[in-house]
């Protein structure tokens, strides 16, 4: 059988490096043309942030040891951050936190949900990931108490479906937490 050539470290590492560098020079080259051709409009300052974006799942993928929990995370969170971004760059309109982040926040519960019910011998590896995205879909519910989203169903029905997915998850496993809990606290 015939297996692929594994690049070294020293090769693998130039070529992140001259993407890298590539990926700063389109970043300028994008501000210094946004800048001459229509400075009002920040196009270039959205492209840019999905350069970063981009950058930020790379180097998080690249990790060794990747817990596929933690990677839906880092992408709830980036993503969100990105949109945010996008929003204030493009005048606060207030899209990113009434449609787009509740948007995320379910689609990263269903995602949950879904390595659960797959790999559910694995939920202690997913556990503090799991209350994490919970906690973060309570974001919403703090929003809507400080009047800055206006429209409150979609972040009202994330945030259920973050707690119902908890509960789901919680049901589905309660034999290994258990087992979990007297392993590690020694009951």
Known sequence: MIYPQKLNSKKSDRILKGAILISVLVAFLLVTINRLTNP????AALANG?????????????RKNINIAGHVLLQTVA???????????????????????PIIIIISNITMLVL???????????AIYQLMIVLYS?????LMTENMIQDKM???IASGISIFN???TFVLCAKDVKEA??????M
């Open 154 to 156: 979609l972040s009202m």
């Open 50 to 62: 999905g350069i970063v974006y981009i950058w930020i799942t790379v180097f998080y993928s690249i």
């Open 166 to 168: 908890l509960f789901i």
């Open 181 to 186: 809990m007297i392993r590690k606290f020694h």
């Open 116 to 126: 659960t019910i797959v790999s559910y011998k694995k939920f202690i590896k997913y």
């Open 40 to 43: 009002k409009i920040p196009w």
């Open 79 to 101: 993503i969100s951050t990105l949109l945010l971004f996008i929003d204030y760059e493009l005048g606060e309109k207030g899209w990113s936190v009434n449609m787009a982040i």
């Open 138 to 142: 309570m974001l919403p519910i703090l």
